[in-house]
């Protein structure tokens, strides 16, 4: 009876408009799978050990479903970050008292190297940060609190009304490349070695900076009501292949310190 209960919480969960979702599944895949490519072979060993012999593009979008259980409803702030324009940035922002995006990766991580967790509880943090870092990385995950993160935004798409963050889940990521993941990764993942280190420096709260400016960027070229189009997807479409890459990279340095 429990199993039945836990398997349609979950069927139920992807019924529900995911106002948490960020790039949409082929995004967190191509983040993750960016990460595979630049992890060493004994780290890469040792994250799949953990994963159950699962990669991590395999579990990369899990959160997204798991956050509208019941077991593991506590992470819903943790896909995201928001900062109204009077706050300025992150530092000066307003903290979530349930978490957010930047919290939750200090805290996994913290957490993974400590060597206090179980088996299971490692498996399960690890999924959360793998898919949690690919959320920092999405602009729409640092938009406002005004407006839901692009939610309260409504823009003319192609023609077709939708919510600014919507558009930034998926849509813009298919108008720009119809690619699969791993096309994603062979064509963006190409940063020479000196752009690779540039792109590790820092640390999550200096990440999330970045992905601030480029909410407040996108804010002021999508006004309630905008006819976005191919103008659009040009401008951002170099955007988003940088956020992946960096995402990617990011991701598999945390992981390397950890592992």
């Known amino acids: 009876l429990l199993i039945m209960r836990k398997v349609l919480s ?14 949409g599944p082929k995004g967190h895949d191509t983040v993750a799978y960016i990460a595979e490519k630049h992890l060493s072979k004994k780290a890469l060993k040792k994250v799949t050990a953990v994963l159950e012999g699962h990669s991590l593009v395999y579990v990369a979008n899990w959160l997204d479903n798991a ?10 702030t943790w896909h995201y970050v928001n900062v109204d324009p009077e706050e300025g940035t992150y530092a000066d922002s307003k903290k ?4 957010d995006a ?13 060597g206090e967790l179980t088996p299971e509880e490692e498996r399960v943090q690890l999924m ?4 949690i870092v690919g959320d920092m ?8 609190k005004s407006d839901r993160g692009g939610n309260g935004t409504k823009v003319k798409y192609f023609g077709s009304q939708k919510k600014l963050h919507s558009v930034w889940d998926s849509e813009i990521v298919e108008s720009a490349h119809r690619w699969g993941y791993s096309e994603w990764q062979e064509q963006v993942d190409r940063a020479t070695p000196k752009q690779v280190q540039a792109y590790m420096q820092g640390t999550p709260n200096d990440w999330i900076e970045e992905t601030v400016v480029l909410a407040n960027d996108i804010y ?10 191919y103008d659009y997807v040009a401008q951002y479409a170099p955007i988003i292949e940088v ?10 340095k945390l992981l390397e310190e950890i592992y």
């Open 96 to 99: 979530d008292s349930a978490g």
């Open 243 to 252: 956020q992946f890459l960096k995402g990617g990279i990011r991701l598999a």
């Open 10 to 23: 979950i069927a139920l969960a992807l019924l529900i408009p995911a106002m948490a979702l960020a790039w």
């Open 220 to 229: 002021e070229n999508s006004a309630t009501g905008a006819n976005l189009s």
């Open 137 to 144: 990385h999405c602009p729409m995950h640092a938009g406002r």
């Open 102 to 114: 930047v919290v939750a990766i200090n805290t996994l991580v913290e957490n993974l190297k400590s």
């Open 67 to 76: 956050s509208h259980t019941d077991e593991y409803a506590y992470t819903k």
């Open 128 to 131: 959360m940060l793998i898919h």
